[in-house]
């Protein structure tokens, strides 16, 4: 990439265009129970799930704020719009059935043709709902499920009702209450014992509303045996106002089934970024999450790992980029609850200019998870003597087989390392970039290409100019 | 029955003669003891500690007065002076500083080590300038601490004087009743010297005892400190430490928890000037019911400092030991070289380990690595000493011995050395 193409993204980041649509719905400022009914009432709700929303508010208003990590004091909650309805077409299957303005706003974000190349299947979230959502018909064919979470609660609704807020119940904190009384679209996805899915699974989540709130809700369900990749990618336009995204994402991956869900959040940076994810791993089951966090002013995730039966296997991976301005407080959970299971964590952070990148991860065995290993690794990278960096891994161990480990390091990028470069034609801004891409090289390179590119052209952005 | 108020400090502070300004120090801590909550599992760190059977609210003891000769030392210290090698030592019995041995030589170059209360009638420009610096109110037991200390030691080395062999402190709780004693020393530009407390008791009902060391270290300044609690069953200790090190001071410190039913230590190191250094150790082994909890800071204010923490430990039984370190490297800190380790054994299906390495890093051209690992012992370390012959529970002891070695290898003193070692082979075989 040419340095007049950094500069002209430099001037615009891409992703951070306003798009002119008008919403058919707008709920009123604050999440209160006529809100909450309202959002009930357009969905068409079965009496249930209002029922269920409805507890989730009570418990999210006994709730207090986390005492714990970033500062929350910017986020106002009672100013926020909770729900908007971008259009009367509810999940359309084919492109041409989106409303004009919004199908430009994918189009410039290169989804659709993303779609024919490389993915399975693509959902698309605007705003509060979901207005698109395919999969290939060959794995329609195999039973595969893809579909908007409002439609998979009234089509599906056994299944649904076994697995919703199984997961990650309301009562688990306070933003997932949140999300429970005001969750609106996502994905729910059903893969049938033993059908592998080659090629990934992608929802695409946008917010163009001001001062607004997304609270989708994922439910992903892999039956024994099977295999599927969902990838999740975040953006927003840039206001200067804050926003909140609030998902829950609940994963349960049966007997023998594998999983991937990768996330790239490069939400604009005025947005609180709360989200729970979490994943129960059955026997011998395989759960991976790659977790990456470029944007947003606050993200708190910790994308965690149940392993409830013997066997079951995780592996977290997760990035970070804090700049000015953006706390990044991202890390992981694994409980080791059966014997036999293991888990890895591996999470690199880099902070720039006044940003501030924190670790904080839980590694749980509990009693009678006879040989349990887990390790984590953690390494921070400074670039300015303004950067910060912090690392909070809490180890709990109950079993006296359990081996666990935990490493960290904190480093700036070598001095001599960069000269290296220069003697070798290099500039130093060039160099510099080269070995922040090394560094998180591990990672990038388990992401999908599309992804790794953005990743680096990103880096290489945001580097530029940063040393000497 | 005696209530934790402002009589017993006002008594407290007449039956030590003390001036008007350590009692007004004391009726502030007490407004803080009163006005803070006894800690509970909802305070971050808290979290793994039960304090539901600990005396909390016991009395206080006050002064008795008590002194003793050497033959009249509890058997317990007796014991320990056998095998010591201090030069010189103060005895604590309960309330009462009971016996000092002072080597004359040292006093004569301006040397004090002697009883808090004390000092402050002999030296107290030198205690004034430092008590309370470094524990103070920082929480419901340093504040309590504060209010109704009973005893105390006061070393202070001046500039330039190296002492050679240990200085040592000798504490025997009674049980019973409360006890608070703290520590303070001062080591003044280029003084060098080494400083043991020893915490020493009897099997007790159950019996709270609350310590505080506090450090100066001036300039240039060299101490080598250990703390180390080898109480009976039945104690609940709390122990706060904070060593304010200057310019190119030097502080080697070791903090050992083997007795008592639960164990808190608290243990700060300030790194307050470029070139200073601090190397922290820890030791623990606990059996039964015992419960250690260690809470580390290593504080990094100033540029080109150091810090480098090993704390090693082994549970068995249903023994839990904590340990939550933080390296915290403020704004400006750069050039910082900074280390912190956890090493922990775990011995039975019973036993629990919670191990929190952390770190807050506000400047980036530095060296910052920490690590934790908890496991049994190597199977294959045991398999290999078993085909030598060595039966297994024998190769199990002997591979226990060998984790906590590494924290005892560090340790120059050698007397010292040799009685942990004996109590943790006492402790393999419990």
Redesign the interface.
């Known amino acids: 990439m040419s340095e007049a193409d950094l500069r002209a993204l430099g001037e615009e980041y891409k992703y951070h265009f306003v798009d002119e649509v008008k919403p058919v719905f707008v709920a009123e400022r604050g999440l209160t129970r006529r809100v909450i009914e309202a959002i009930s009432y357009h969905k068409g709700e079965p009496e249930w799930m209002l029922k269920f929303r409805l507890r989730a508010l009570e418990i999210f208003q006994k709730k207090p704020m986390p005492t714990w990590g970033p500062d929350l004091s910017g986020l106002d909650l009672d100013n926020l719009v909770y729900y908007v309805k971008p259009a009367e077409v509810r999940d359309a299957k084919s492109w041409e059935e989106i409303p004009e303005e919004i199908r430009r706003t994918y189009e410039r974000l290169g989804i659709p043709e993303a779609e024919r190349k490389v993915l399975a299947g693509v959902g698309a979230q605007y705003d509060s709902e979901m207005v698109y959502h395919r999969v290939k018909e060959e794995l329609e064919r195999q039973g595969v499920i893809f579909v908007a979470i409002e439609e998979g609660m009234k089509k599906y609704e056994d299944l649904f009702k076994e697995h919703f807020a199984k997961v990650v119940p309301p009562e688990d904190n306070k933003f997932a209450a949140l999300n429970s009384a005001a969750w609106s679209g996502g994905s729910f996805v059903y893969i049938p014992p033993g059908v592998k899915v080659e090629l990934p699974l992608q929802a695409y989540f946008r917010v163009n509303t001001p001062e607004f709130g997304q609270f989708e809700r994922t439910l992903i369900i892999v039956d024994e045996g099977a295999e599927v990749h969902y990838i999740e990618g975040c953006t927003a336009p840039m206001y200067s106002t804050e926003s909140l995204h609030t998902g829950v994402i609940e994963i349960v991956v049966k007997r023998g089934a594998r999983s991937r869900y990768t996330t790239i959040q490069n939400w604009s940076t005025n947005m609180y970024n709360l989200v729970t994810q979490r994943a129960l791993v059955y026997g011998d089951a395989f759960h991976e999450w790659l977790d990456g966090n470029l944007g947003s002013k606050v993200t708190m995730k910790y994308p965690s790992s149940y392993l409830l039966e013997p066997g079951a296997r995780t592996e977290i991976l997760s990035i970070a980029f804090a700049k000015t301005g953006q706390h990044q407080d991202t890390g992981a959970k694994i409980i080791l609850g059966a014997p036999h299971t293991s888990g890895t964590i591996v999470s690199k952070s880099i902070s720039k200019g006044e940003g501030r990148a924190s670790y904080r991860g839980l590694v749980k065995v509990l009693d009678g998870a006879r040989g349990a290993k887990a390790n984590v690794e953690c390494d921070a990278l400074l670039i300015d003597p303004e950067s910060r960096t912090d690392t909070y891994p809490y180890i709990e161990i109950e079993e006296d087989t359990a081996h666990v480990g935990h490493e960290a390091t904190v480093s700036k990028i070598n001095d001599e390392q960069i000269f290296y470069l220069q003697t070798r034609g290099l500039k130093e801004d060039e160099a510099a970039a080269l070995i922040v891409r090394g560094f998180i090289e591990p990672i990038a390179k388990e992401l999908p290409l599309e992804y790794a590119v953005e990743l680096n052209r990103l880096i290489e952005l945001e580097m530029e100019g940063s040393v000497g | 029955m005696q209530v934790l108020d402002k009589t017993q400090v006002e008594a407290i502070s007449r039956a030590l003669k003390e001036p008007g300004w350590v009692l007004e120090k004391r009726l502030k801590a007490l407004e803080a003891f009163a006005r803070l909550p006894y800690p509970s599992k909802k305070d ?1 760190n808290w979290r ?1 500690t039960d304090l539901s059977e600990a005396p909390l609210e016991q009395e206080v003891e006050t002064p008795k007065g008590l002194s003793l000769s050497r033959d009249e030392l509890p058997e317990l210290v007796k014991r320990r002076l056998e095998k010591t090698d201090v030069s010189g030592f103060l005895v604590f019995v309960g309330p009462d500083l009971v016996y000092a041995e002072v080597p004359e030589e040292l006093s004569a170059k301006g040397l004090v080590f002697t009883s808090l209360a004390e000092a402050l009638k002999t030296h107290p420009g030198k205690v004034e300038a430092t008590l309370f610096r470094g524990v103070y109110v920082e929480d419901k037991f340093a504040a309590e601490n504060s209010a109704f200390f009973t005893h105390g030691a006061f070393l202070y080395v001046p500039a330039g004087l190296e002492v050679e062999k240990p200085l040592g402190v000798f504490k025997v709780l009674e049980g019973g009743k409360a006890s608070a004693g703290r520590s303070l020393i001062f080591l003044e530009d280029n003084a060098k010297a080494a400083y043991i407390e020893e915490y020493l008791s009897l099997d007790l009902p159950p019996t709270l005892h609350l310590s505080a060391t506090e450090m100066v270290l001036r300039p240039g300044a060299k101490l080598r400190h250990a703390h180390v609690q080898t109480f009976g069953e039945g104690v609940w200790h709390f122990h706060r430490q904070r060593a304010l090190l200057e310019r190119d001071a030097a502080l080697n410190d070791l903090v050992v928890n083997l007795g008592g039913r639960y164990a808190r230590s608290e243990v700060a190191s300030e790194l307050l000037g470029p070139g200073a250094e601090s190397e922290m150790l820890g030791l623990y082994f606990g059996h039964g019911l015992q419960h250690f909890d260690h809470y580390t800071l290593q504080h990094h204010v100033e540029h080109h400092t150091r810090s480098d923490l090993l704390y090693k430990g082994a549970v068995k039984d249903e023994a839990r030991a904590v340990f939550s370190g933080l390296i915290k490297l403020e ?2 800190a ?1 050039k910082t070289d900074a280390y912190q380790a956890n090493r ?1 054994l ?31 012992v190597d199977e294959v370390q045991l398999f290999y000493l078993q085909s030598r012959g060595l039966p297994r529970s024998l190769a199990q002891e002997l591979l226990v011995k060998a984790h906590l070695a590494d924290v005892l290898n560090r340790i120059p003193l050698k007397a010292l050395r040799a009685h942990l070692e004996a109590v943790i082979e006492e402790k393999v075989r419990i």
């Open positions: 971050e793994y704004r400006g750069q922990n775990i011995l039975s299906p019973t036993a629990r380990v919670d191990s929190i390495p952390q770190l807050e890093i506000g400047a980036n051209n530095v060296r910052c690595t920490h690590g934790s690992t908890t496991a049994p």
